[in-house]
């Protein structure tokens, strides 16, 4: 992302992605200095654990699937294709992919101070919060070799 959002000039990008059997992919389609668009595969069933940016307002935009998004009180939204859900910073949430296919988002990000760490996330102790961790639920990936989202 970082090497993306050096460029100065329009990026062209394709949204296609290999669908997982297990765990989630994150592939980083165009970035500024401000803004991020990232392609988002989740199997079916994957999900996260409760955690807000605290330096990015972002949207999700379903593309296939659907997903259960959470809030910090156990607020609960059914997410299907083609509705979205802007998560404003410090908004706590998580989302699950339902059972029935593999979700894929498309989630586009804007810094609210591009000085400092877009990907900053924290825990609802206000801790730093990794979002590749185990503690996010990160399991290791396995992609169909024949299913693909275009």
Known sequence: ??????????????????LPIEGRTNQVLGASRHMNVVLKTYASGGENELH????????FVVMQGSALFY????????????????IPCGAFYWFQAEANEPLVMLRIGAAVNPDTDV???????????DGYSEKN??????????????
């Open 1 to 18: 992302m970082a090497r993306l959002s050096q460029s100065a000039v329009p990026s062209f990008f394709k949204i296609r992605a290999r």
């Open 52 to 59: 807000a940016h605290s330096n990015e307002d972002h949207v």
């Open 71 to 86: 809030g910090p009180r156990g607020e609960t939204r059914r997410v299907v294709k083609n509705e979205c859900v802007l």
């Open 119 to 129: 990907l900053a996330r924290v825990d609802p102790d206000g801790m730093p919060f």
């Open 137 to 150: 639920k990160e399991v290791a990936y396995r992609l169909h070799e024949d299913q693909w989202f275009e």
